[in-house]
T-cell receptor
Framework: DTGVSQDPRHKITKRGQNVTFRCDPI?????LYWYRQTLGQGPEFLTY????????KSRLLSDRFSAERPKGSFSTLEIQRTEQGDSAMYLC???????????FGAGTRLSVL | QQQVKQSPQSLIVQKGGIPIINCAYE??????FPWYQQFPGKGPALLIA?????SEKKEGRFTISFNKSAKQFSLHIMDSQPGDSATYFC?????????????FGQGTELSVKP
């Protein structure tokens, strides 16, 4: 499978714990996006990378959130001190240079108890 | 100005019917308008997309109609099948060079009855 891969698929954590998600984009896609989707809503943009540079962050991305793409390949999204309001599906998408088409992974569903 | 408004919220049609989902946007800087299909527990999958220089695009049973002056676009699904039952999202974005982040509508839950 050469699509966008996300790990883990599901994460259950207790309030106050830190969690980290991983996204592996389609090979050679230089741009990677993170979105968050709550139940019954469309995905909302969080941040995106071009190669290893983080070029934009949404105001949804509070100080407790951090994302990295250290070598311009896979990316991680960390949430510190999780809150119940962080419960959502976290989606990753990638695209090749100059292309508008974004290919999404299956997402990581986070449940904060 | 960043919003994309989608309607209806849910839609039930009989097999063979033609469901129509509508979206409206405000930001005239948007230049890419995709539709995504999402099944429960899965990520969104691109169905079809259009740019504002054309008024209609058809791929298989899926057609996008685009009205630039009204800032509206819609998805038509011809000869709908029970397997088309899913949630559909419209989206809009600025060009790749302007970031390309997708702004999604609220989604339409489609149910196609046998």
């Amino acid at each position: 499978d050469t699509g966008v891969s996300q790990d883990p698929r599901h994460k259950i954590t207790k309030r106050g714990q830190n969690v980290t998600f991983r996204c592996d984009p389609i090979s050679e896609h230089n741009r990677l996006y993170w979105y968050r989707q709550t139940l019954g809503q469309g995905p909302e943009f969080l941040t995106y990378f071009q190669n290893e540079a983080q070029l934009e962050k949404s105001r949804l991305l509070s100080d407790r959130f951090s994302a990295e793409r250290p070598k311009g390949s896979f990316s991680t999204l960390e949430i510190q001190r999780t809150e119940q309001g962080d419960s959502a599906m976290y989606l990753c998408a990638s695209t090749s240079s100059g292309d508008s088409i974004q290919y999404f992974g299956a997402g990581t569903r986070l449940s904060v108890l | 100005q960043q919003q994309v408004k989608q309607s209806p919220q849910s839609l039930i049609v009989q097999k063979g019917g033609i469901p129509i989902i509508n979206c409206a946007y405000e930001n005239t800087a948007f230049d890419y308008f995709p539709w995504y299909q999402q099944f429960p527990g899965k990520g969104p999958a691109l169905l079809i997309a259009i740019r504002p220089d054309v008024s209609e695009k058809k791929e298989g049973r899926f057609t996008i109609s685009f009205n630039k002056s009204a800032k509206q676009f819609s998805l038509h699904i011809m000869d709908s099948q029970p397997g088309d039952s899913a949630t559909y999202f419209c989206a809009a974005s600025r060009s790749y060079n302007q970031g390309g982040k997708l702004i999604f509508g609220q989604g339409t839950e489609l149910s196609v009855k046998p």
